[in-house]
């Protein structure tokens, strides 16, 4: 009994009887459904909206992006933050990483040589004497 | 303490040093972990895509810009299947785990119609710009554009002619625990891509087109 506490497998429902297991499933599912369906739309109305700030509505996109990943990890690929399932959140948390560096890195290196270059008109006039 | 419980089992019952003190992960288990381990990666390669377009989303030479090409009800659209189609993979997931196959069957067809619609709005949606002379060679911004979006899109076709195969293994042999383990591997490949779009549709369409 005790094995099974150590590890599931990333997608498995939680471990009990099979009717119980497809009950708490279709909650799972549902629950998902319904939030990831709220920040969709919260999503594109901001986006699409003149109500808001809008120097403030990327930052708000990001956000509601990151949360609604957040809801399709735990409901509808099960990865949770129980002890059976620190496995997987290992392997998520350095994938994460890695993502945060690959992109970030890029970015600040990328606006670093943007910022470092001649002024636009210049590189036209280099580019066109070729 | 971990040590301590490995070395009595190894004393006792010469289980091989590599086995933990309960033994070995069930099969499903370690074939489930591989795979996430691939996804993981396969998101990576989704960064550095992501990097990219981040960085020439405004070069558009003089060419057409996002605000001009995207068309958020299209979007919208394709938005809404991919999640619908998440969801019905869902429930494929349930009706495998009680073995019923029609209900099974019909999860699949569900999965597969509106993946195929997402598939089919995509394709119009780049053939419109390509028509319009947004093609992948006009800017730096439409390159990266076509790159990311289109990677996203051939999973998704892959990801579609996976589920046609896996209703045939069933069809053919049943719910095998080889079988049971693939089907949980695609909903696993499934629910990845709609993460992936998720961030595809806030940073490409939703910022892009702002």
């Known amino acids: 009994m005790e094995a099974k506490l150590h590890d599931r497998a990333p997608g498995d429902e939680s471990s009990g009887d099979r009717r119980h297991r497809t009950l708490t499933g279709l909650q799972a599912y549902l629950i998902g459904l319904v939030l990831a369906v709220i920040f969709t739309a919260t999503s594109f109305w901001a986006a699409s909206t003149n109500l808001l700030w809008a120097p403030g509505i990327p930052i708000g996109l990001a956000v509601l992006a990151v949360a609604q990943m957040g809801i399709h990890l735990v409901f509808f690929l099960h990865i949770t933050t129980g002890p059976d399932n620190t496995n997987n959140v290992l392997a998520l948390a350095f994938g994460v990483l890695i993502v945060a560096l690959v992109v970030a890195g890029s970015l600040w290196i990328m606006a670093n040589l943007n910022a470092n270059m001649m002024p636009a008109p210049e590189l036209m006039n280099m580019q066109m004497q070729h | ?210």
């Open chain 2, 1 to 210: 303490m971990s040590a301590a419980a490995h070395a009595h089992g190894h004393g006792d019952h010469g289980v091989p040093p590599s086995t933990s003190a309960d033994g070995p992960a069930p099969k499903r288990i370690i074939v489930a972990y591989g795979f996430w381990i691939f996804l993981l990666s396969d998101i990576i390669m989704f960064s550095a895509l992501f990097a990219t377009y981040a960085v020439l989303a405004t070069a558009t030479n003089g060419g057409p810009t996002g605000r001009q090409l995207f068309d958020y009800r299209n979007v919208a659209i394709e938005t809404g299947c991919l999640l619908a189609s998440s969801f019905t993979c869902g429930m494929m997931a349930l009706a495998v785990d009680v073995e019923n196959r029609l209900w099974t069957y019909v999860g699949a067809a569900v999965t597969f119609a509106l993946g195929a619609i997402f598939l089919a709005l995509e394709l119009h949606e780049f053939a419109d710009m390509i028509a319009q002379g947004a093609t992948p060679q006009r800017s730096a911004f439409l390159s990266a554009f076509f790159t990311l979006v289109g990677c996203h899109g051939l999973h998704v076709s892959i990801g579609l002619l996976w589920l046609v195969v896996m209703m045939a293994q069933i069809w053919a042999k049943g719910f095998r625990d080889t079988i049971l383990r693939r089907l949980l591997c695609f909903s696993l490949f499934w629910h990845a891509l709609d993460i992936i779009w998720v961030a595809v549709f806030t940073i490409v369409y939703l910022m892009g087109g702002r």
